[in-house]
């Protein structure tokens, strides 16, 4: 993904979420990027976490793929719902992605928001 993909999914995000977007973390094989975090997000134990968090986050593989079961389609993204937040991991290849972290108020409608977030990583 490009610099510019990024840019535009941080866009999209913050006028879908506003307020409740609360972090953009970017990743490859080796290494992750925090592409936005909002201000009480950021403290030093979610800087500490980062790293084994990411760690899990790459070897996390889909509970469906095509070749189990071929019916339901490709994975576009994996979500969880946590008490306080929402986090979105949209696995661009095998060892690449973005996980975006939202309020959990934000939940609502959100297939559509993966199917937008969605258009952007793949430059639709």
Known sequence: MTDEQYQELLQLVRDRAGDAFRAAIAYDESDWS????????????????????????R????????????EIGETQAAVELHEKAALIHFRETSDHGVVVSLDR???????????????VLSGD
Not at 34 to 57: F, M, Q, S
Not at 59 to 70: C, G, H, K, N
């Open 105 to 119: 108020e934000i939940a609502q409608g959100l297939g559509n928001f993966v199917n937008r977030c969605k258009g």
């Open 59 to 70: 070897i996390r593989d889909p509970v469906v793929t095509p070749d189990l079961y071929d």
């Open 34 to 57: 925090v592409l936005y975090i909002r201000e009480d997000v950021a403290t030093p134990d979610l800087r500490d976490a980062l790293d084994p968090l990411t760690e899990r986050t």
